[in-house]
């Protein structure tokens, strides 16, 4: 596992001492970014090495930070040839624990903060995040607050819940959460481990980007479509190729366009670039089915923005109706059942074809970022589909709490 050499800001790009339990930088607010001794790591641990590890994000070990992972087997997703388009290829993240790509952060969020000492968390989510920080910190022994919209999906609130972690339902957004959170942190002794508050779940998520290229035999593709919400995965995957460019895993130059898919009742990032601005504006009464992506400022959108041009992508809004014929076709072609963010993402790629930003000869990564098991009620709405209509007879004794006395 990797030696932390420094924190290096990025706003500012300064420099600062490994240190326990990092935040963000001090100067400017900036989300820090983990840096090791790539040199270092170059000389003693060749590509090859990690073949023969585990069959998890974990096998990149060699670039996480060293400590006793939390590991609940996250990661190592099947790549999936599209059946329909010959060069489009499927990164499904629903297989992960916790049914989302959101296992990857918190897993090394959540192994960082028990190597801390650190014994309370705490962290907005628009459901998944929260779900999965509830079942790390659960394996880890620590408590976790989680603060979402009351709207989100019901499996993100009864999985908060059953993993014991402590659920506050907000009536507002995930920007009202993290007020909440920044309010109440200091008080209540919690550590935030929001969305680019800390460095691990970057850490965590630039997994994505090295199995991306070991699954496509140490290349990478011609474009990525990434459902954004914080855009965590995104910014992780392009340290990745940075990482892995240095560590002369894969050739210098060569950079996928890293496409960012939003919906058109949360495009904060599609309007920041069109307009030529370096960060985004705070999107008003958003709105979207695909909770995921209702976020309408992110943290580190001048970071996105930045990714976004330098690798000459670009940023695209898609309707509620597009993602939801994206969720059929992806269940109905690839025989994946998807969350409505690799919805979006699918009907973002029909769109780019069809505008001609992409062609199919061009090798596209799709993320399918969680599974559509846990969007059942919002899919049983939408298809007006009554989700139980029978009568759900109980022992008295169940509740939530635990099981008292024999079934
Ligand atoms: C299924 C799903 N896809 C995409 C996203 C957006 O992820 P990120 O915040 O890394 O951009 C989320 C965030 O909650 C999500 O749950
Ligand atoms: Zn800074």
């Avoid at 028990?114 to 022994?141: C, D, E, I, T, V």
């Avoid at 109440?184 to 199995?211: A, C, H, I, N, Q």
Wanted: net charge negative; aromatic share 8%.
């Amino acid at each position: 596992m990797a030696k932390i050499i420094s924190f290096e800001c990025s706003r500012c790009s300064e420099k600062f001492a490994p240190q326990l339990a990092p935040t963000i930088c001090p100067k400017d607010g900036g989300p820090l970014y983990v840096r090791y001794d790539l040199s270092e790591i170059r000389r003693n641990t060749p590509r090859d090495s990690i073949l023969g590890g585990p069959k998890s994000m974990w096998r990149y070990a060699a670039v996480l930070p060293d400590a006793e992972p939390v590991t609940l087997g996250e990661g190592f997703t099947p790549m999936l040839p599209s059946r329909k388009y010959g060069n489009l290829l499927i990164k499904d993240e629903g297989l992960n624990p916790t049914g989302s790509f959101k296992a990857r952060g918190m897993s090394a969020a959540i192994t960082m903060a028990r190597h801390y000492g650190l014994k309370k968390l705490a962290a907005p989510s628009a459901g998944n995040a929260g779900g999965a920080l509830a079942a790390y910190a659960a394996a880890a022994g620590l408590e976790a607050y989680v603060f979402m919209p009351k709207d989100v999906p019901i499996a993100n609130r009864l999985e908060v819940e059953a993993s014991g972690a402590h659920l506050t339902l907000v009536d507002g957004l995930i920007s009202d959460c993290g007020r909440m959170v920044a309010e109440r942190k200091e008080k209540e002794g919690w550590f935030d481990v929001s969305t680019l508050k800390e460095p691990f779940r970057v850490e965590g998520k630039k997994t994505m980007g090295y199995e991306v290229a070991e699954q496509m035999g140490w290349s990478l593709p011609d474009a990525i479509l990434y459902p954004t919400g914080g855009g965590v995965g995104l910014i992780g995957m392009w340290k990745a190729f940075d990482e892995m460019e240095d560590l002369g895993w894969i050739d210098h130059g060569k950079r996928p366009k890293m496409i960012c898919v939003q919906s058109d009742g949360c495009a904060p990032i599609p309007k920041a670039l069109h307009e030529g601005n370096a960060a985004s504006e705070m999107w008003p009464d958003a709105h979207t089915l695909a909770a995921g992506l209702r976020v309408p400022k992110a943290y580190g959108d001048f970071i996105i923005l930045d990714i976004v041009r330098k690798s000459q992508g670009t940023a695209i809004a898609v309707s509620d109706d597009e993602i939801m014929d994206g969720v059929k076709e992806l269940a109905s072609v690839e025989g994946i059942f998807a969350c409505p963010e690799g919805g979006a993402a699918l009907a973002a790629y029909q769109q780019l074809l069809n505008m001609g930003f992409l062609t199919e000869s061009d090798r596209v990564v799709l993320f399918n970022t969680g599974s559509g098991y846990k969007y059942l009620d919002i899919f049983a709405k939408y298809w007006g589909v009554t989700a139980f209509d029978g009568e759900l007879k109980l022992p008295a004794s169940r509740n939530m709490g635990g099981i008292i006395g024999p079934y």
